[in-house]
């Protein structure tokens, strides 16, 4: 199994710009997060999805924040425009049905705006 | 407002010692608590869980210890080894209410020295 897969790894950009973040989670998984890590807040829930539909969207920051699962196997998180107070790790996680407090995490996006 | 903390940013312990860290909470309808452990570049993975109707959960040089009067739970690591070092999340979820968010702390960050 190759496990939550995230791209890309790491992301510089300028203020102003664009980021889309990707996620594929574990084949089977239906619950699907997204979260933030920074050092001041630690890792903070910026929404999640069951079964491609999002449940939970009140950890994303603001406006600029969108995020979508158009399928079972494919997640973006999109920041538009980037700011460089967004500048953290972004990581994507899924979990098995009934088992949803055990997440798999993926590698995380470093993502540092300019 | 952090409901879920961890007081000590970081911890170093001799190899072969123990290592205790410790995670606070302030919501009284959480009822079951996990611990991830972190290394640089990676995601977080999940080492040990507790449920609120217990008080102690081992898993071989692993033991998380919940105080529900005292809203706290520790990880204790024995005996420590060099492979250990990494950052350690609490996590704590109203799992038997149907919520599927977990909250994080901020993360304790282990070194393990020869």
């Known amino acids: 199994d190759a496990g939550v897969i995230q791209s890309p790894r790491h992301e510089v950009t300028e203020m102003g710009q664009e980021v889309t973040l990707r996620c594929k989670p574990i084949?089977?998984?239906?619950?699907l997060f997204w979260y933030r890590q920074t050092m001041m807040r630690g890792l903070e829930l910026l929404i999640y999805?069951?079964?491609?539909?999002?449940?939970?969207d009140s950890g994303m920051p603001e406006d600029r924040f969108s995020a979508k699962m158009p399928n079972a196997s494919f997640s973006t998180l999109k920041i538009q425009p980037s700011e460089p107070r967004d500048s953290a790790v972004y990581f994507c996680?899924?979990?098995?049905?009934?088992?949803?407090?055990?997440?798999?995490f993926g590698p995380g996006t470093r993502l540092t705006v300019l | 407002d952090q409901q879920v903390k961890q007081n000590s940013p970081s911890l170093s312990v001799q190899e072969g010692r123990i290592s205790i860290l410790n995670c606070d909470y302030t919501?009284?309808?959480?009822?079951?608590f996990l611990w991830y452990k972190k290394y640089p570049a990676e995601g977080p993975t999940f080492l040990i869980s507790?449920?609120?109707?217990?008080d102690k959960n081992e898993d071989g040089r692993f033991t998380v210890f919940l105080n529900k009067s005292a809203k706290h739970l520790s990880l204790h690591i024995v005996p420590s080894q060099p492979g250990d070092s990494a950052v350690y999340f609490c996590?704590?979820?109203?799992?038997?209410?149907?919520?599927?968010?977990?909250?994080f702390g901020t993360g304790t960050r282990l070194q393990v020295f020869p």
């Open positions: 996680a899924s979990s098995l049905p009934g088992h949803y407090n055990e997440q798999f």
């Open positions: 084949s089977g998984h239906d619950y």
């Open positions: 999805f069951n079964n491609n539909v999002p449940i939970d």
């Open positions: 919501n009284s309808m959480f009822d079951y």
């Open positions: 507790i449920s609120s109707i217990k």
């Open positions: 996590a704590a979820s109203e799992f038997f209410y149907n919520t599927d968010k977990l909250i």
